[in-house]
């Protein structure tokens, strides 16, 4: 079993910037691809980003390339997500989520509660 627990979020102004934190406990963090993913009111959750065990590997949602970044700190259990030029059509619960398959993961097999981000305009 993993546990995830998200933080970070937010109310923030159309075209700022939130960090976005996960710290895992439990299993071996390292060995779970992880990935944030997010759900707007109304809508499907969606994919917004994924990295790889090591972190040299990573893939994102071309709705938020070039704005948002992943990274991980395996030696601090830990997952990020760098939110930059926020807009409101980023308006969403984020959820961390791990995944013990192949890279980029297909299944998430363990989830976080979420955090809420709410961008204005």
């Known amino acids: 079993q993993v546990q995830l627990v998200e933080s970070g979020g937010g109310l923030v102004q159309a075209g700022g910037s939130l960090r976005l934190s996960c710290v895992a406990s439990?299993?071996?963090?390292?060995?779970?691809?992880m990935g944030w993913l997010r759900q707007a009111p109304g809508k499907e959750r969606e994919f917004v980003s994924a990295i790889s065990w090591s972190g040299e590997s990573s893939h994102y949602a071309d709705s938020v390339k070039g704005r948002f970044t992943i990274s991980r700190d395996n030696a601090k259990n830990s997952l990020y997500l760098q939110m930059n030029s926020l807009k409101p059509e980023d308006t969403a619960i984020y959820y961390c989520?791990?995944?013990?398959?192949?890279?980029?993961?297909?299944?998430?097999?363990?989830w976080g509660q979420g955090t809420q981000v709410t961008v204005s305009s």
């Open positions: 439990g299993r071996t963090f390292s060995s779970y691809a």
């Open positions: 989520a791990a995944a013990a398959g192949g890279y980029p993961p297909l299944l998430y097999d363990f």
